[in-house]
């Protein structure tokens, strides 16, 4: 217990600091992929609604 005492007083360790300093970047970076896709999937389902309208519209209508 004394060795761990005496390394958190002694201050952050800098593989410790330059390890989580990665993390949060690796963090922020999938964050902002996965911003990306679901902006690209919002797009993509919205061009599918719009060829799928599109095709109800196209057809003729059916014989009575």
Do not use: C, W, Y
């Not at 593989?15 to 970076?29: A, G, K, N, P, Y």
């Not at 896709?37 to 060829?51: I, K, M, P, V």
């Amino acid at each position: 217990m004394a060795k761990a005492l005496l390394g958190h007083v002694g201050g952050p360790d800098p593989r410790m600091v330059s390890e989580m300093r990665r993390l949060q970047q690796r963090i922020r970076d999938l964050e902002a992929e996965l911003i990306r896709l679901q902006a690209q999937n919002d797009a993509l389902s919205a061009q599918t609604r719009e060829e799928m309208f599109a095709r109800l519209q196209d057809r003729e209508p059916a014989l009575t």
